[in-house]
T-cell receptor
Framework: DMKVTQMPRYLIKRMGENVLLECGQD?????MYWYRQDPGLGLQLIYI???????SEGDIPKGYRVSRKKREHFSLILDSAKTNQTSVYFC?????????????FGHGTKLSVL | KTQVEQSPQSLVVRQGENCVLQCNYSVTPDNHLRWFKQDTGKGLVSLTV?????DKTSNGRYSATLDKDAKHSTLHITATLLDDTATYIC?????????????FGAGTQLIVIP
């Protein structure tokens, strides 16, 4: 069905709590991404995963970690969330060769850390 | 420093009018350029990918051009509809594989009024 699914859509957490954001895709894409989007800024890459257990830091990895144990599933974990991690988080997936291929995004998870 | 600049920041047009959105970038190398549409509260949906110097693409009422010499792209929307109200995001990829980086603009917010 060519879809990237994110759960949950909305999440409210208190500072210091742990947060788990989940992402799934049904296209057998090797590459998956986690971005955050803040007002007035372009999307910023947190982590990229090239396949199962093959993850690399993006531009803003501090305070985040990821897990990819199955090709179709990529999780973003915030251990002890901070208020400045309030944002909208987007997961995306693509084939390894992306120059002429589509990049698919989920609908986003809006996280508020109080 | 932002490597992808979009203009205008926001734009209001009447239904049926045409509009042009601009993207200037300094990303080097510039392997490809993408335009995305993002409805409020939703994920990014791919509109088009431009790869070669002087590429032109067309996708219904959306058409785009790329001038790699000038590092500039335009997105034209003809005969706008109310459903075109969204943020349009320009993204430049520095490689053709997922090993490269995607550089996101902050977007142009288009509002189409009756």
């Amino acid at each position: 069905d060519m879809k990237v699914t994110q759960m949950p859509r909305y999440l409210i957490k208190r500072m210091g709590e742990n947060v788990l954001l989940e992402c799934g895709q049904d296209m057998s894409h090797e590459t998956m991404y986690w971005y955050r989007q803040d007002p007035g800024l372009g999307l910023q890459l947190i982590y990229i995963s090239y396949d199962v257990d093959s993850n690399s830091e993006g531009d803003i990895p501090k305070g985040y970690r990821v897990s990819r144990k199955k090709r179709e599933h990529f999780s973003l974990i915030l251990d002890s969330a901070k208020t400045n991690q309030t944002s909208v988080y987007f997961c995306a997936s693509s084939l390894r060769d992306i120059s002429n291929e589509r990049l698919f995004f989920g609908h986003g998870t809006k996280l508020s850390v109080l | 420093k932002t490597q992808v600049e979009q203009s205008p920041q926001s734009l209001v047009v009447r239904q049926g009018e045409n509009c042009v959105l601009q993207c200037n970038y300094s990303v080097t190398p510039d392997n490809h350029l993408r335009w995305f549409k993002q409805d409020t509260g939703k994920g990014l949906v791919s509109l088009t990918v431009l790869v070669h110097e002087n590429d032109k693409t067309s996708n219904g009422r959306y058409s785009a051009t790329l001038d790699k010499d000038a590092k500039h792209s335009t997105l034209h929307i003809t005969a706008t509809l109310l459903d075109d109200t969204a943020t349009y995001i320009c993204v430049v990829g520095d490689r053709g594989s997922a090993l490269g980086r995607l550089h996101f603009g902050a977007g142009t917010q288009l509002i189409v009024i009756p």
